[in-house]
């Protein structure tokens, strides 16, 4: 039947950035499809709690304190994850972000911190756990992007710049490691999260968001899950070198304040 090829049974699979938010979705997600979960998070509280929901859906967790701008917090989580599991199958680059802020307020330091925590960082943890992949003859990645990787808007030098490397990587890593492991991306919109949920309680934010986004609404955790299993799965076994588009159909920002003229 069509939908086992979205199943994940007997696979394994390492999130970053799994405490909450977008990352925890996903690794629920894995779970819930049948994947054993390596959860990285530097909470780890919050690790913890995200571990044991994937233990109640019958699936093995592992929470893992993880900063992915440590190198020696990313071996150590694919040697703990190959130790615990024997295998890996899956990786999901989904730590990253940066702060909205106007150009000629960018520092040098700041927009180099951008690429290493969205870029540098996937590129790392791909970098270690593919040998391990190939060990089994296939694997996937996912990165997660961002819409504003492609489209434009002020205050986004740092962090669009960083996506949108993040995004050509993808593309790069997967001319590189096909036929056997494939390389796909997302790139996601507003999501609503708990670091954009104090930002949608603002006055007049939220509905302003959703009337620049064509589907009429913010993202959910739930919407960039489902297509995250996609990649990840079986179902997407003919997909490498993607970047999918998760973000209710924008072709121009959606973020509501304008920075005013140099």
């Known amino acids: 039947m069509i939908l086992d090829r979205f199943r994940l049974d007997g696979k394994v699979a390492i999130v ?14 894995f779970a819930e499809a049948g994947a054993d979960v390596a959860l990285g998070a530097r909470t780890m509280s919050e690790v913890d709690a995200v571990a044991a929901q994937v233990s109640r859906l019958g699936c ?4 893992l ?14 040697e703990h994850t190959q130790k615990e599991f024997g295998r890996i199958d899956v990786v999901v680059n989904n730590a990253g972000g940066a702060p909205w802020q106007p150009f000629l307020r960018t520092s040098e330091r700041m927009f180099e911190e951008a690429y290493r925590f969205n870029v540098t960082s996937a590129f790392l943890l791909s970098r270690l756990a593919v040998p391990q992949m190939l060990k089994h003859g296939s694997g996937a990645i996912v990165n997660v992007s961002s ?12 962090y669009g710049a960083a996506k949108a490397a993040l995004s050509h990587l ?3 890593l997967a001319t590189e490691l096909a036929p056997k492991i494939r390389v796909n991306a997302l790139a996601v919109g507003a999501v609503e999260t708990s670091a954009l949920a104090p930002f949608l309680k603002a006055e007049g934010m939220r509905e302003k968001m959703e009337s620049l986004t064509p589907l009429g609404r913010i993202g ?16 997407a076994s003919w997909v490498t070198g993607k970047v999918i588009e998760v973000d209710g159909g924008q072709e121009t920002t959606n973020f509501p304040i304008r920075l005013p003229d140099v």
Not at 147 to 158: I, L, N, P, Q
Request: aromatic share 4%; hydrophobic share 50%.
């Open 16 to 29: 970053t950035g799994a405490g909450r938010g977008i990352g925890a979705g996903i690794a629920l997600a």
């Open 147 to 158: 819409a504003m990787g492609r489209v434009t808007d002020r205050g986004f030098s740092a």
């Open 170 to 172: 993808t593309r790069l």
């Open 65 to 78: 304190p993880c900063d992915v701008l440590e190198r020696a917090q990313l071996e150590s989580l694919v």
């Open 220 to 235: 959910q955790v739930e919407d960039i899950a489902a297509a995250a299993l996609w990649l990840a799965s079986d179902a």
């Open 60 to 63: 093995r967790a592992l929470a």
